[in-house]
């Protein structure tokens, strides 16, 4: 499973971006997946993860009631609405793909990942 991520940009505090993950290759295999950041300076941490279906999310409590993890699996796509962004939000953003259906946010439960995306909240 191949997977990339974009839509990162530059945004002013408050603002609003949503972050996508095209999936390609053996994507039957991929089944959770998660969104990480890393900011500089300071170890990978996951932001969001969903499940298959969709219907199962878990979120880190920095950006619950802010970002929003969704996927559309006939398009391979997942996505991750982020609104009123923080400062503190700044920070490469990764998706990964798990082959288990459980939605952790221990990194080293997923197999696949993309390469990053950058995120700056600035005014």
């Known amino acids: 499973v191949q997977l990339q991520a974009f839509g990162g940009g530059l945004v002013q505090p408050g603002g609003s971006l949503r972050l996508s993950c095209l999936a390609s290759?053996?994507?039957?295999?991929?089944?959770?997946v998660g969104w990480f950041r890393q900011a500089p300076g300071k170890e990978r941490e996951f932001v969001a993860g969903?499940?298959?279906?969709?219907?199962?999310?878990l979120y880190a409590d920095s950006v619950k009631g802010r970002f929003t993890a969704s996927r559309d699996n006939a398009k391979n796509m997942v996505y991750l609405q982020m609104n009123s962004l923080k400062t503190e939000d700044t920070a490469v953003y990764y998706c990964?793909?798990?082959?288990?259906?459980?939605?952790?946010?221990?990194?080293?439960?997923?197999?696949?990942w993309g390469q990053g995306t950058q995120v700056t909240v600035s005014s």
């Open positions: 969903i499940g298959r279906s969709g219907v199962t999310t």
């Open positions: 290759g053996r994507t039957s295999s991929m089944r959770a």
């Open positions: 990964a793909a798990a082959r288990s259906n459980t939605v952790v946010s221990g990194s080293l439960s997923y197999e696949y």
